[in-house]
T-cell receptor
Framework: AQSVAQPEDQVNVAEGNPLTVKCTYS??????LFWYVQYPNRGLQFLLK??????LVKGSYGFEAEFNKSQTSFHLKKPSALVSDSALYFC?????????????FGSGTRLQVQP | EAQVTQNPRYLITVTGKKLTVTCSQN?????MSWYRQDPGLGLRQIYY???????DKGDVPEGYKVSRKEKRNFPLILESPSPNQTSLYFC????????????????FGQGTRLTVV
């Protein structure tokens, strides 16, 4: 079985400050890891993924995430937050050996960036 | 433009009245799936399809049916909807894995907000 934990329901940060949205996962074998963002009344948009290679992954809109195998974490980061980054963020995992290709999502973290 | 299209976006129906939510993708993706999103639970997979005529249950399949007669379409069918199926539904598609898994990310539709009264 695979699972994802996003321990914070909401993260508040001031505009211009760095932000971190936490994610830990559990999966058999090596993982594919993803971050998605959901704006109000919109579907999920892909932000970035970790497949293999460098542990620091860069994605859309200036976001990046660091894969830490020993801590089974994949935290989302951005050096300087924008008000427009306010949205609901989902971490997702899939085991590489999982034939189903099913993504398991975390419960989501609402990011609120204050002006 | 590459996209996944769901219809309708909003639907209010009564208990027991059969309904279908359509999903279509224009990216020639093999893999398609349906998720429901509920507060505090994230997204949970309902059904998935690896290719035409190949479907299987996800984590929460009870009360739902799907079909995959064509590669681009993957409708979700609720034969007898109940209030506990009130939720936000998303269709997603993705390409095959490839040698290094480059194309594994899923593309999502805009969502269908279903209310069953």
């Amino acid at each position: 079985a695979q699972s994802v934990a996003q321990p914070e329901d909401q993260v508040n940060v001031a505009e211009g400050n760095p932000l971190t949205v936490k994610c830990t996962y559990s999966v058999s074998g090596n993982p594919y890891l993803f971050w998605y963002v959901q704006y109000p009344n919109r579907g999920l948009q892909f932000l970035l993924k970790y497949i293999t290679g460098d542990n620091l992954v860069k994605g859309s809109y200036g976001f990046e995430a660091e894969f830490n195998k020993s801590q089974t974490s994949f935290h989302l980061k951005k050096p300087s937050a924008l008000v427009s980054d306010s949205a609901l963020y989902f971490c997702a995992v899939r085991g590489i050996d999982t034939g189903r290709r099913a993504l398991t999502f975390g419960s989501g973290t609402r990011l609120q960036v204050q002006p | 433009e590459a996209q996944v299209t769901q219809n309708p976006r909003y639907l209010i129906t009564v208990t027991g009245k059969k309904l279908t939510v359509t999903c279509s993708q224009n990216m020639n993706h093999e893999y398609m799936s349906w998720y429901r999103q509920d507060p505090g639970l994230g997204l949970r997979q309902i059904y998935y399809s690896m290719n035409v005529e190949v479907t299987d249950k996800g984590d929460v399949p009870e009360g739902y049916k799907v079909s995959r007669k064509e590669k681009r379409n993957f409708p979700l069918i609720l034969e007898s909807p109940s209030p506990n199926q009130t939720s936000l539904y998303f269709c997603a598609s993705s390409k095959g894995i490839g040698n290094l898994g480059q194309k594994v990310e899923a593309f999502f539709g805009q969502g269908t907000r279903l209310t069953v009264v």
